[in-house]
């Protein structure tokens, strides 16, 4: 086990925390998916920074983290004293590493098969949670969200926040794939991804700024919303070509990769507003 690395004052459990010091949590803890760790970490750290900026822990510290994976964002928060409860497909936390990992650090695990009928967090009581931690999944979702929304709403205590990362639909490097594919070629997921991969989802659909405002507008005018345009990348781009696109994206936010929208709920007054229809 890593030595111990208290959190700064004020400042959360990120600074002086290295990829390395937090991979050492996870090796001893018999491994991880260090490949998909080391392709996120940028992304798992600035998603804490970015929410230890604007939330104080007076505001409560229960955490769930929908679709928590290796518990990668989950350890972050419960080395930083949060109660956490980590949600993702049963048969991916009851990987060894991911229970081991667990129970060395007070993570609760909740196995949730199905968002499109939430039935897994029904035993759970009206704003059980503080915080709720949606990272990378709007796009993989392929149903109609209004249960699952619901549900999420009815668990968020009044004073809560949602906090979701998604990709930037109208990112430089997305812009540049998609002319790379040229005309003819269609559009959307190229035909071999979806053949040739095994996934729960792949990323069927992308947002833009905008458009991720108004999803959570008509979800329920409860919400307050923000909306950040990020670039949380680390590694130097390939080329000289990709070089000039993340160059670009640096200095126009509309062309950065990631978005992060934090969703506050200061009361619960009219719910999950909008109805389906078919």
Same mark, same amino acid.
């Given at each position: 086990?890593?030595?111990?690395?208290?959190?700064?004052?004020?400042?959360?459990?990120?600074?002086?925390? %290295?990829? !390395?010091?937090?991979?050492?949590?996870?090796?001893?803890? #018999? $491994? @991880?998916?260090?490949?998909?760790?080391? +392709? =996120? &970490?940028?992304?798992?750290?600035? %998603?804490? !920074?970015?929410?230890?900026?604007?939330?104080?822990?007076? #505001? $409560? @510290?229960?955490?769930?983290?929908?679709? +928590? =994976? &290796?518990?990668?964002?989950?350890?972050?928060? !419960?080395?930083?004293?949060?109660?956490?409860?980590?949600?993702?497909?049963?048969?991916?936390?009851?990987?060894?590493?991911?229970?081991?990992?667990?129970?060395?650090?007070?993570?609760?695990?909740?196995?949730?098969?199905?968002?499109?009928?939430?039935?897994?967090?029904?035993?759970?009581?009206?704003?059980?949670?503080?915080?709720?931690?949606?990272?990378?999944?709007?796009?993989?979702?392929?149903?109609?969200?209004?249960?699952?929304?619901?549900?999420?709403?009815?668990?968020?205590?009044?004073?809560?926040?949602?906090?979701?990362?998604?990709?930037?639909?109208?990112?430089?490097?997305?812009?540049?794939?998609?002319?790379?594919?040229?005309?003819?070629?269609?559009?959307?997921?190229?035909?071999?991804?979806?053949?040739?991969?095994?996934?729960?989802?792949?990323?069927?659909?992308?947002?833009?700024?905008?458009?991720?405002?108004?999803?959570?507008?008509?979800?329920?005018?409860?919400?307050?919303?923000?909306?950040?345009?990020?670039?949380?990348?680390?590694?130097?781009?390939?080329?000289?070509?990709?070089?000039?696109?993340?160059?670009?994206?640096?200095?126009?936010?509309?062309?950065?990769?990631?978005?992060?929208?934090?969703?506050?709920?200061?009361?619960?007054?009219?719910?999950?507003?909008?109805?389906?229809?078919?």
């Amino acid at each position: 086990m890593p030595a111990a690395h208290p959190p700064v004052p004020g400042r959360g459990i990120l600074p002086g925390m %290295t990829l !390395a010091h937090y991979l050492g949590y996870f090796t001893a803890s #018999g $491994g @991880t998916d260090d490949g998909y760790l080391r +392709a =996120h &970490w940028a992304r798992f750290r600035n %998603t804490k !920074a970015r929410f230890d900026a604007g939330w104080d822990k007076a #505001g $409560g @510290t229960r955490v769930l983290d929908v679709g +928590a =994976h &290796w518990l990668h964002q989950s350890l972050l928060f !419960a080395l930083d004293g949060y109660q956490v409860t980590a949600s993702d497909f049963s048969a991916q936390l009851r990987q060894p590493g991911v229970l081991r990992l667990a129970a060395a650090h007070g993570i609760e695990l909740l196995g949730n098969d199905d968002l499109e009928h939430p039935v897994a967090f029904s035993h759970l009581p009206d704003g059980a949670f503080d915080v709720i931690l949606f990272g990378e999944i709007l796009e993989h979702i392929t149903f109609n969200p209004i249960p699952m929304w619901r549900e999420f709403h009815r668990l968020l205590a009044e004073g809560g926040r949602i906090v979701v990362t998604t990709p930037n639909y109208y990112a430089a490097g997305a812009i540049a794939r998609r002319l790379r594919r040229g005309i003819g070629q269609g559009g959307g997921i190229p035909v071999d991804e979806i053949l040739a991969f095994c996934t729960h989802g792949h990323h069927w659909k992308e947002y833009s700024r905008g458009e991720l405002v108004r999803y959570f507008e008509l979800l329920s005018p409860d919400f307050r919303i923000d909306v950040a345009m990020v670039d949380d990348r680390d590694e130097p781009a390939p080329s000289w070509r990709w070089r000039m696109v993340h160059a670009m994206a640096r200095a126009i936010p509309s062309l950065r990769p990631r978005l992060h929208a934090e969703i506050d709920l200061p009361e619960k007054k009219r719910g999950i507003a909008i109805q389906p229809h078919w």
